[in-house]
T-cell receptor, first 110, second 115 residues
């Protein structure tokens, strides 16, 4: 089976840096993705890691360590609009299926 | 920017009735997916579809569910005889290719309420 663990809630202030961790257990592994979801709306793709290391996209970065079955999403220069749920998702096969974690609710305070 | 569009945004149906949820994927995308999200819970994979056939389905996707691409633009999810526990947000997604580094683009979802 597959399981992903991520914190349920994180709170930070505007301008700060926050890291959302994700650990996973899957039968196969083809990459770790991160999605953002505002108020139950459409999940929006943020980043993807297939190989170990850091991927940077603007204020957002994502890291993967396959040996540790661990990844994280790093959000810098937090803005109020970053308040949302963040999901890590694993591709356990090459069919495109995504297995999502339970999501982390990020609250950014002034 | 191209979008995945889903209709209706909200569907209310009596238990036991059939429901069809509709999606128009991004036009040059070839891979299509349905996910569902029960209120307050995680997004769950239902089915992936490529080249007019199902490529993978989850345990949730039982005989009550079916998908179809009736023409060159629409992608539908049918639930034959709805149950109370089918109440959820249903998301359609598409990707340009099937490679694992291809992001999936999600629609805004259809909120299905079973009474």
């Amino acid at each position: 089976g597959q399981s992903l663990e991520q914190p349920s809630e994180v709170t930070a202030v505007e301008g700060a840096i926050v890291q959302i961790n994700c650990t996973y257990q899957t039968s196969g592994f083809y990459g770790l993705s991160w999605y953002q979801q505002h108020d139950g709306g459409a999940p929006t793709f943020l980043s993807y890691n297939a190989l170990d290391g850091l991927e940077e996209t603007g204020r957002f970065s994502s890291f993967l360590s396959r040996s540790d079955s661990y990844g994280y999403l790093l959000l810098q220069e937090l803005q109020m609009k970053d308040s949302a749920s963040y999901f890590c998702a694993v591709r356990p096969s090459n069919t495109g299926k995504l297995i999502f974690g339970q999501g982390t609710t990020l609250q950014v305070k002034p | 920017e191209p979008e995945v569009t889903q209709t209706p945004s909200h569907q209310v149906t009596q238990m036991g009735q059939e429901v069809i949820l509709r999606c128009v994927p991004i036009s040059n995308h070839l891979y299509f997916y349905w996910y569902r999200q029960i209120l307050g819970q995680k997004v769950e994979f239902l089915v992936s579809f490529y080249n007019n056939e199902i490529s993978e389905k989850s345990e949730i996707f039982d005989d009550q569910f079916s998908v179809e691409r009736p023409d060159g633009s629409n992608f539908t999810l049918k639930i034959r005889s709805t149950k109370l526990e089918d109440s959820a947000m249903y998301f359609c997604a598409s990707s340009e290719r099937g490679q694992v580094n291809q992001p999936q683009h999600f629609g805004d979802g259809t909120r299905l309420s079973i009474l």
